[in-house]
């Protein structure tokens, strides 16, 4: 079992930044990728960021890329989303996802990849 515990989000005006975080506990957390996704009201769930086990291999989507950062550090067992340059069609609930026992460079863009799944932070930017 693991958990995921999603902070940082809040209202910032385009252009501006968050860093989102999400703290896990349950398992060894250098055994599990791990995902950022989002959904829009009214939009279906989508892929944000994803980062390896390892934390050596990364992947974005197009919409985010150059804006967005993921990262992770193991000793605090939590993974980052820096979001910058913010615009407000990233108005979205955030969601981080665990994916369990991949190998040390896998991520993947798939929700249905994904094991655990936080409750969500809300991000809302305004124009």
């Known amino acids: 079992q693991v958990m995921l515990v999603e902070s940082g989000g809040g209202l910032v005006q385009a252009g501006g930044s968050l860093r989102l975080s999400c703290a896990a506990s349950?398992?060894?957390?250098?055994?599990?990728?791990m995902g950022w996704f989002r959904q829009a009201p009214g939009k279906e769930r989508e892929f944000v960021a994803a980062?390896?086990?390892?934390?050596?291999?990364?992947d974005y989507a197009d919409s985010v890329k150059g804006r967005f950062t993921i990262s992770r550090d193991s000793a605090k067992n939590t993974v980052y989303l820096q979001m910058n340059s913010l615009k407000p069609e990233d108005t979205a609930v955030y969601y981080c996802?665990?994916?369990?026992?991949?190998?040390?460079?896998?991520?993947?863009?798939?929700?249905?990849?994904?094991?655990?799944w936080g409750q969500g932070t809300q991000v809302t930017v305004s124009s």
């Open positions: 996802a665990a994916d369990l026992d991949t190998p040390p460079f896998y991520r993947s863009r798939v929700g249905a990849s994904y094991d655990y």
């Open positions: 349950g398992r060894t957390f250098s055994n599990y990728a």
């Open positions: 980062i390896s086990r390892s934390g050596g291999y990364t």
